[in-house]
Nanobody
């Protein structure tokens, strides 16, 4: 089994910054991809940013130039640096990971979510 534990959410004023972290633990052979999703009240969960094991990344148009995803492969950890936050960034942010527990067994895992609130 694999667990994803997130941290770093909270309340911030518009224009402020937050850094989210997500650490994967358990039986891990490799993690080809990690990502951050978010879900605002009354809306569907959406992809915010994703990163592969080689460092290649992609972002939702709404966060390009403001958010940066990174990962520390040795620590099985992914980060989301969020700058110039806007009220519309308010949501529960979820960590997602595609994990090989063995060379042949692959599964997808989700964190429990961390609340980010942008408000004055």
């Amino acid at each position: 089994q694999v667990q994803l534990v997130e941290s770093g959410g909270g309340l911030v004023q518009p224009g402020g910054s937050l850094r989210l972290s997500c650490a994967a633990s358990g039986t891990i052979f490799s993690i080809p991809g990690m990502a951050w999703y978010r879900q605002a009240p009354g809306k569907q969960r959406e992809l915010v940013a994703k990163i592969n094991s080689g460092g290649g990344s992609d972002y939702a148009d709404s966060v390009k130039g403001r958010f940066k995803i990174s990962r520390e492969n040795g620590a099985n950890t992914v980060y989301l640096q969020m700058n110039n936050l806007k009220p519309e960034d308010t949501a529960v942010y979820y960590c997602n990971a595609h994990v090989y527990s063995t060379q042949y067994y692959f599964s997808e895992y989700w964190g429990q979510g961390t609340q980010v609130t942008v408000s004055s």
